[in-house]
């Protein structure tokens, strides 16, 4: 079945940087766009950035030029490093792929964001 593990969250200062990573299993990973999502408190999870299997990546306004989705197929991760961190990434992240018309989501890593 497939399976999506999250990872690398934390707790980091505003200015600073994460990276979180999402180690996939259960697909042909080089076939499948991947995204990261996250989850503030009290609001609905919301995309952060997706990659395509072949093409360009795309991003919300909110973290453009400061985050950088990447994938390594030959290790079936998906990463996302995250700079210049603010209070407001403060979230759950999501790592998400759809298959075959049904959506699969990772457990979750926290990443908490101090001012």
């Known amino acids: 079945q497939v399976q999506l593990v999250e990872s690398g969250g934390g707790l980091v200062q505003a200015g600073g940087s994460l990276r979180v990573s999402c180690a996939a299993s259960?697909?042909?990973?080089?076939?499948?766009?991947m995204g990261w999502y996250r989850q503030a408190p009290g609001k609905q999870r919301e995309l952060v950035a997706r990659i395509p299997s072949i093409g360009n990546t795309n991003y919300a306004d909110s973290v453009k030029g400061r985050f950088t989705i990447s994938r390594d197929n030959a290790k079936n991760t998906v990463y996302l490093q995250m700079n210049s961190l603010k209070p407001e990434d403060t979230a759950v992240y999501y790592c998400?792929?759809?298959?075959?018309?049904?959506?699969?989501w990772g457990q979750g890593t926290q990443v908490t964001v101090s001012s």
């Open positions: 998400n792929v759809l298959r075959a018309g049904l959506e699969y």
């Open positions: 259960g697909i042909i990973f080089s076939h499948n766009a």
